[in-house]
T-cell receptor, first 114, second 116 residues
Framework: AQSVTQLGSHVSVSEGALVLLRCNYS??????LFWYVQYPNQGLQLLLK??????LVKGINGFEAEFKKSETSFHLTKPSAHMSDAAEYFC????????????FGTGTSLTVIP | NAGVMQNPRHLVRRRGQEARLRCSPM?????VYWYRQLPEEGLKFMVY????????ESGMPKERFSAEFPKEGPSILRIQQVVRGDSAAYFC??????????????FGPGTRLTVT
């Protein structure tokens, strides 16, 4: 069975500071991993994904994430937060052997302080 | 190049009424997924459909909920005899067929259902 844990339902950072959003997964086999962003009253937008190959993945808006198999983690980072980064962030996994169903974490709300 | 369309965006129903949520996938996409987001929670998978076929409905409640994706027209998520606990945001996503076990899902803006 697949599951996703996002530590910290609310994260606040100052503008210009490092953003670190944590995601750990549970899976019997290495999964496919995703980060989505959700702005208020909108749908989810894909930030980045890991499927195979290089474990450091770069996404849109300056975000990146690193797949660490030994830690079963896929933390999302951005070197310098911008006010426009304030949103809800969801980590998701999809199984290599279980079709296309996505399992989402409970989300992390990011606040950027000016 | 329209994305995934959902309507209505907001739906208010009284307890016991029926709710119908519609989803039009992106052009060229033949697979549709429905997710439910309860307040303060992540998205929970409900059902995965392709045209005229339900592929995986393991996340659907056993009663009152049904989904279809006809040959023509949008996918419909139907909730009969709604209760207050059905109040949530319902998101639809679409993709091309998952040729190698996964494929990126594109999400619609969601329908926010309120049951009074």
């Amino acid at each position: 069975a697949q599951s996703v844990t996002q530590l910290g339902s609310h994260v606040s950072v100052s503008e210009g500071a490092l953003v670190l959003l944590r995601c750990n997964y549970s899976s019997s086999v290495p999964p496919y991993l995703f980060w989505y962003v959700q702005y208020p009253n909108q749908g989810l937008q894909l930030l980045l994904k890991y499927t195979t190959g290089a474990t450091l993945v770069k996404g849109i808006n300056g975000f990146e994430a690193e797949f660490k198999k030994s830690e079963t983690s896929f933390h999302l980072t951005k070197p310098s937060a911008h006010m426009s980064d304030a949103a809800e962030y969801f980590c998701a996994v999809s199984g290599r052997n279980t079709g296309n169903q996505f399992y989402f974490g409970t989300g992390t709300s990011l606040t950027v302080i000016p | 190049n329209a994305g995934v369309m959902q309507n209505p965006r907001h739906l208010v129903r009284r307890r016991g009424q029926e709710a119908r949520l519609r989803c039009s996938p992106m052009k060229g996409h033949s697979h549709v997924y429905w997710y439910r987001q309860l307040p303060e929670e992540g998205l929970k998978f409900m059902v995965y459909l392709q045209k005229e076929n339900i592929i995986d409905e393991s996340g659907m409640p056993k009663e009152r909920f049904s989904a279809e994706f006809p040959k023509e027209g949008p996918s419909i998520l139907r909730i009969q005899q709604v209760v207050r606990g059905d109040s949530a945001a319902y998101f639809c996503a679409s993709s091309t067929p998952a040729g190698r076990g996964w494929n990126e899902q594109y999400f619609g803006p969601g329908t926010r259902l309120t049951v009074t």
